[in-house]
């Protein structure tokens, strides 16, 4: 039976009102050509804080043309951190604001800014940033494209730790025969405050941020990763 038409019955669609309001399951819009930041953001934390109900705006601008009439909505409200609260269970892209939030939240501010240094050194060598798509814990891998190839190296954790991707590296690319992962893992080793197993060298061994915090042990590490970057592009 449908809820509306000619052929709705009447019952039926106040009971399921009567349902859904009881349950919470109700969406509040504010509708305007022009919504305010302030309104902007009590829309987003309303709707961050209230489940399953939501509330949105949508702004409605008018652009006149000629002999044209057009309206462009913009939906505001729906943002990632409100749908992950809203549904758990569905994957969760996450991004540079969401990531560092939680990273901060988690360990700290001074963890939250190695973070930020490694994802600045990512960028200043021309790396393609991936973010994960954790339904928890959110990450970003910084990626070596080279040749059509897109070649794992790193990945950062808002659960305080990187990971160095041997177990992908081993897979293809110039750092695939394991003398160059070997290289690769003395190097780091040598780097204060490493250690890892030689045993590590198919899987994905993490360290600490919280151990990348010293400007000299921080250094250290990225230019070590700048020569594994320098080693798969020269193939």
């Known amino acids: 039976m449908r ?56 702004e409605l601008k008018q652009y006149v043309g000629k002999s044209v009439k057009s309206l462009v909505p913009r939906l505001i409200g729906r943002t990632a951190m409100a749908e992950q609260k809203k549904h758990p269970g ?30 600045e050194w990512a960028r200043s060598r021309g790396l393609r940033i991936w973010w994960g798509e954790g339904q928890k814990d959110g990450s970003f891998f910084p990626m070596v494209d080279c040749q059509g190839e ?11 730790r990187l990971e160095v991707q041997f177990q992908f590296m081993q897979s293809n690319g110039p750092l695939a025969p394991e003398g160059a992962c070997l290289e690769l893992l003395q190097s780091l080793n040598a780097v204060p405050n490493v250690s890892i197993p030689s045993s590590a060298i198919t899987k994905r061994p993490s360290i600490p ?27």
């Not at 669609?13 to 022009?34: E, I, M, P, S």
């Not at 897109?150 to 305080?160: D, K, P, Q, R």
């Not at 941020?209 to 193939?235: C, H, M, N, P, Y």
């Open 3 to 58: 809820l509306l038409g000619p052929d709705a019955d009447p019952d039926n669609f106040w009971q399921n009102v009567k349902t859904n309001l009881q349950a919470g399951r109700v969406c509040l819009v504010f509708v305007a050509d022009h919504i305010p930041t302030e309104l902007r953001r009590v829309v987003e934390f309303l709707n961050s804080q209230m489940g399953p109900a939501e509330v949105l705006a949508l």
């Open 90 to 119: 569905s994957p969760r892209k996450w991004d540079e604001p969401t990531f560092f939030a939680s990273l901060e939240h988690r360990h700290g501010k001074q963890v939250a800014n190695t973070a930020k240094q490694i994802l």
């Open 150 to 160: 897109a070649h794992w190296l790193i990945s950062v954790w808002t659960y305080g």
């Open 209 to 235: 941020l919280r151990s990348r915090t010293d400007e000299v042990a921080l250094s250290e590490f990225l230019q070590t990763l700048s020569w594994a970057v320098d080693k798969i592009r020269s193939g």
